[in-house]
């Protein structure tokens, strides 16, 4: 089964921040977005203002999977998560894995001028990790 096509959004959860990547209406590009600090902000509210402003169409969360590939507590943590937003909003909500998303975020980040401690810059990075996986994937998959 393929998305309709439109708008991205990925998700790249954390228990304090959560960082938020769109993409283009084409599905060609992914860029960072923000970063929702979980422990001031209404996470799902947020969301679904983005949702709404860009008219998003799929969801894509970051699954953080163990080094081996199983599933550890954060991992399923954030399936409980992507099946609150599949309630929710009722949108399609993929699980990707993002396994080293991190650290290449901050590996971007600083090649680009930043620091290591700009922790909302590094979520949002993440999510565009996460989405760039996705793209590609689905592009690979089509082909």
Avoid at 42 to 60: C, F, G, M, P, S
Avoid at 78 to 85: G, K, W
């Amino acid at each position: 089964m393929t998305e309709k096509q439109g708008r991205v959004l990925a998700i790249d959860y954390g228990e304090r921040r959560v960082g938020l990547a769109i993409s283009d209406r084409e599905q060609t590009m992914a860029l960072p977005l923000k970063t929702i600090d979980t422990r001031r902000e209404d996470l799902l509210k947020e969301i679904r203002a983005v949702i709404q402003l860009y008219d998003v169409q799929t969801l894509v969360v970051g699954d953080p999977l163990r080094s081996d590939g199983s599933v550890g507590p954060s991992s399923e943590r954030v399936r409980q998560f992507a099946q609150t937003l599949q309630e929710h909003f009722g949108l399609p909500v993929i699980l990707v894995d993002e396994r080293l998303t991190s650290q290449e975020a901050i590996h971007r980040l600083v090649e680009a001028g930043g620091t290591r401690k700009e922790k909302g810059r590094v979520d949002a990075v993440a999510a565009m990790l996460i989405l760039e996986s996705y793209l590609q994937q689905r592009r690979q998959d089509e082909a």
